[in-house]
């Protein structure tokens, strides 16, 4: 049975994919992608041995896809240039979404890291004491800014959760008003057909 929705879902799922292929010159790898049901979060994820797995065989095609992610992967983060604006409903919905494509990505760049060292043991083994020192301080740094994002997050989650529990509140209230107005109406009107008879 076709759903709307579940369409919707696979489209959106698969436009940041386009527009990354898009800005490499190879939107012709779309359909290949798309049949393989590689994600652009996936796609940040792959090795050479992967895009060869999923037919993209052509070493050129290959290294220039691996060089855009890596680039991606290695980018530095604009810091917000304006934190005093009050966004708006819309603005905040789209802030939320952008949030999480940030984070989807940032997942992706800790599972390639992850993948790296265990597929290059040799190469971290002769790492020096002060590059291994370095790499453990980066590690526990990130775990600590990712505690911090976790407990912003639920901040986020409780504060949405009150806006919502104060528009229910708001809406009930409205109705019962309006129950209360069409109550007085016909006691007013019966009372009228009373005192007209």
């Not at 076709?2 to 369409?7: G, H, L, M, Q, T």
């Not at 992967?50 to 530095?76: C, W």
């Not at 990130?142 to 994002?149: F, Y």
Request: with cysteine; hydrophobic share 40%; proline share 2%.
């Amino acid at each position: 049975v076709f759903r709307k929705e579940e369409y919707e879902t696979e489209g959106q799922q698969y436009v940041d994919l386009e527009l990354f292929l898009l800005g490499i010159q190879h939107p012709d790898c779309l359909p290949l992608l798309k049949k393989n049901h590689v994600t652009l979060e996936i796609l940040f994820t792959m090795r050479e041995q992967d895009l060869q797995q999923i037919g993209i065989l052509e070493v050129a095609l290959q290294k220039k896809i691996l060089a855009a992610v890596a680039s991606i992967h290695r980018k530095e983060w604009d810091m917000p240039q304006n934190t005093t604006h009050v966004l708006s409903s819309s603005e905040a919905v789209m802030a939320m979404s952008h949030l999480k494509k940030h984070i989807q990505y940032l997942q992706a760049t800790c599972h390639l890291l992850i993948k790296s060292m265990n597929h290059n043991h040799s190469t971290y083994w002769r790492m020096d004491s002060a590059s291994t020192q370095e790499l453990f301080c980066e590690a526990r740094n990130l775990d600590s800014t990712v505690s911090g994002l976790q407990k912003k997050v639920s901040q986020l989650k409780d504060e949405v959760q009150r806006v919502a529990d104060s528009q229910c509140s708001r809406s009930r209230n409205t109705r019962h008003t309006v129950a209360i107005m069409c109550v007085t109406c016909f006691v007013y009107f019966g009372f009228y057909l009373w005192w007209k008879s």
